[in-house]
Every structure is written in C-alpha cells, then in structure tokens.
C-alpha cells in the first residue's frame, strides 16, 4: 500500500504491465490515492468485499480511464469540501 498523488499513481500506472495491474482506492485527501498491486490476496478481499473507496484496477492500457476516473474523484471530494 502506497499513498500516492494523483500524478504520481499515473505515472506508476503508465509503466505497470495488464499481467499485474495496480488497485487504486480514494484516501482522505482529494489529490492522493492510495496505491497497490491488484493480485494480492488481501487486495483482492477488499475489491470483493465491496470497498467503498475502491476507484478501479489500472495498467498501462488502461492509463485514460485512470486519468478520467481520478479527474471525477477530483471533482466529487471537491464539491463535498
């Protein structure tokens, strides 16, 4: 698990393999998000379980909906605030 910024998890996205995607899911902070690899057996608990906070699983082919779903989670913990 890493807290990352958005920046930062896009540009660790844009170089992760569709073999081994990473999970991402929100944190507190509307410019983090907390980071990990997918294929962990406790990963895959939470994304089974239901996460609320759980945003999507991303590679590097799938870098524009990461970007689009960050820029809605943006967006939403912006309205709240």
């Not at 995607?21 to 509307?30: G, H, N, S, W, Y």
Request: charged share 25%.
């Amino acid at each position: 698990m890493t807290v990352a910024t958005i920046p930062e998890a896009l540009q660790r996205i844009s170089t992760t393999e569709p073999c081994s995607p990473l999970a991402v899911f929100r944190t507190k902070r509307d410019d983090q998000v907390d980071v990990m690899f997918a294929n962990t057996i406790r990963t895959q608990q939470r994304i089974e379980w239901g996460d609320i906070n759980y945003l999507g699983s991303f590679h590097k082919e799938s870098l524009s909906e990461a970007r689009q779903r960050f820029h809605d989670y943006s967006e939403s913990m912006r309205e709240v605030a």
